[in-house]
């Protein structure tokens, strides 16, 4: 079956990993080698499907439904939220308990101290047909 791992983070992260603030982006060099590593294991086993990281939350963009026949849209970010989805990561596994296995790999991943001590993934079945759903 197929999971999805979803990572969050803030518009504040991307400013830190980019050396906008108390950080400098040398501090997330071991961040950037943990990620590589996860994905080439993730690959090496065969369980990768597709991993992306999505860029920062100013350069989104929601789009609502139509009022009066027009859709309607607002450019992020959006200050009902502080969490933004950072990226995903599809694995084919033989379990949700895999699945969740392979995410909490991530609570491994270094980060300069007090940069997010917060920080969560949820993982979610991806739904191939209708018969999935369990409607």
């Given at each position: 079956?197929?999971?999805m ?13 980019a ?7 040398e ?25 992306r990281?999505l ?24 200050a009902?939220?502080?969490?933004v989805?950072?990226?995903y ?8 308990d895999?699945a969740?296995?392979i995410?909490?790999r ?16 949820d ?6 047909s ?6």
């Open positions: 079956m197929k999971y791992i979803l990572s969050y983070g803030s518009q504040q992260h991307y400013d830190a990993m050396g906008k603030g108390e950080f400098q982006a501090d997330f060099g071991d961040l950037h080698a943990f990620m590589g590593k996860f994905n080439a294991e993730l690959e090496a086993s065969g369980e990768l499907v597709e991993t990281g860029h920062e939350p100013v350069h989104t963009r929601r789009v609502q439904g139509a009022k009066d026949g027009t859709p309607v849209w607002t450019d992020g970010p959006y009902e939220t502080q969490e989805l950072a990226g990561w599809i694995v084919e596994c033989e379990s949700f895999r969740t296995e995410a909490a991530l609570a491994d991943c270094p980060v300069p101290a007090g940069f997010d001590d917060d920080a969560y993934a993982v979610r079945p991806l739904v191939e209708a018969a999935d759903l369990n409607f």
